[in-house]
């Protein structure tokens, strides 16, 4: 009776501990969100050019050309090379703007918690057990 049972005794114990996070180094934040930016700024790109190719080879951008032509325009035509350049250009200052406003972000946020003493964060810490191997390689 008085020895634990098998199940309370494999059973890691938990603990909670509160934490308080003061500061958020602006440098990390650059880095973080310079990849973060860059990586959707390639999804995007390749997304819009896989769909332009669906789009033209379906007949989806003549049909639409058509369209806006029996508005009254005189001609209306696409032109993706002026298009992609365009959305090159501007997804670069997309990058650059995300960026930078997360530094911001990062920045007013340090400056906020200076003046409240930082945002509390409670965390669960489990008990790190490590499972002896012999006594399986004695049972075979």
């Not at 909670?16 to 990390?28: F, G, K, L, Q, Y």
């Not at 080879?57 to 003549?62: C, K, V």
């Amino acid at each position: 009776m008085g020895s634990p049972t098998k199940k309370s005794a494999s059973k890691p114990r938990v603990r909670r501990v509160t934490r308080v996070v003061r500061d958020i180094d602006p440098w990390s934040v650059f880095k973080v969100g310079l990849v973060f930016h860059l990586v959707c700024y390639f999804v995007a790109l390749i997304s819009l050019v896989l769909l332009w190719n669906v789009a033209q080879s379906t007949g989806t951008l003549d049909n639409i050309e058509n369209f806006m032509e029996s508005f009254g325009w005189q001609t209306f035509k696409f032109d993706g090379s002026e298009l992609f350049g365009n959305l090159w250009i501007l997804g670069l200052f997309g990058v650059i703007l995300g960026t930078g406003l997360w530094v911001l972000l990062a920045m007013i946020f340090n400056l906020i918690t200076d003046l409240v003493g930082g945002v509390r964060v409670t965390v669960l810490e489990e008990e790190v057990r490590i499972v002896s191997v012999e006594a399986d390689d004695t049972a075979l």
